[in-house]
C-alpha cells in the first residue's frame, strides 16, 4: 500500500492541493524515506510506493494527478527502466526523474535515457529539489 505525506508529514488521503504531488518509488525503504523527507521539506506533497508495479497501480488509480516521479532503477519486481517504458505510454507528459548508481553516460550506453533527469547515487538534496522543480516547471 502506497505512503502519502503532506508538508506536515502526516498521511494524507492523495487529495490534490495546492503543492505538487510527487511520487517517490523505490525497494529500499530508508532511501525512499530520505527523498520523500527532503521534497516534503520543500513543501511537495509525496507519496510513496515499494516498486515500480506498485507504482504503476497508484498512478493508474487516478485518485492522485502526479506532477512528477522520482524513481530508483533497480528495483525487484518492475524496475525503474520498465515503469518509465510504461508511463511513456500511459501518460508521456509526466516527468520522471530516475535515481542510479549508475552514471548518465552508463545508462545511455544501455539505452536508458529519462525524459526529464537521472540522479547518480549519492546525490545532494539540493540537486534532488533542483530536478525535480525543473521538470515540473519544464512540463507547464
Known sequence: MPVTRNADSRP???QRGSSPQILVVDDEPDLRRLAARILLAEGYHVHEAGDGLEALDYISSGRVSFDAIVTDIVMPRL??????????ILQPELPVVLMSAYG????AERGIISPCAVLSKPFPP???????????????
Open 12 to 14: 494524507s488521503g492523495g
Open 79 to 88: 524496475d525503474g527502466v520498465g515503469l518509465l517504458r510504461r508511463l511513456a
Open 104 to 107: 548518465t553516460e552508463q545508462l
Open 126 to 140: 539540493e540537486r534532488l529539489v533542483a530536478e525535480v522543480r525543473r521538470c515540473i516547471s519544464e512540463r507547464k
